[in-house]
């Protein structure tokens, strides 16, 4: 069973930092893909960031060109988390962000997260200008 709980959205002022979590469930490794897309209100769906693994210990990184430089996306083997790091946060920024995965290679052809398989069940970000 596939689980992904994401946490640490919330409301700060333009300018401000959230960082938000993930938590999958088992290996992160087991995950062929992940990442995070977003749905302000009236939006439709942005991918926001993903990783792709794209060989034996590497991966590659996408960003949207909306949250380029701002945002970044990491993981913590570990504790199986992705992460993702949002500095000089904006009102447009606003939304519902959520992560996504896919395990297989197949999963992962699409070029958005919120293509992905896997996804769990969000966290607001709300920023205030």
């Known amino acids: 069973q596939v689980q992904l709980v994401e946490s640490g959205g919330g409301s700060v002022q333009a300018g401000g930092s959230l960082r938000l979590s993930c938590v999958v469930s088992g290996y992160i490794y087991r995950y062929h893909c992940m990442g995070w897309f977003r749905q302000g209100p009236g939006k439709e769906r942005e991918g926001v960031a993903r990783?792709?693994?794209?060989?034996?210990?590497?991966?590659?990184?996408y960003y949207a060109d909306s949250v380029e430089g701002r945002f970044t996306v990491s993981r913590d083997l570990p504790k199986s988390t992705l992460f993702l790091q949002m500095n000089s946060l904006r009102p447009e920024d606003t939304a519902m962000y959520y992560c996504?995965?896919?395990?297989?290679?197949?999963?992962?052809?699409?070029?958005?997260?919120?293509?992905?398989?896997?996804g769990g069940q969000g966290t607001q970000v709300t920023v205030s200008s």
């Open positions: 996504a995965a896919g395990i297989a290679s197949g999963d992962c052809f699409a070029r958005e997260a919120y293509e992905y398989p896997y």
């Open positions: 990783i792709v693994r794209n060989g034996i210990g590497a991966s590659s990184i």
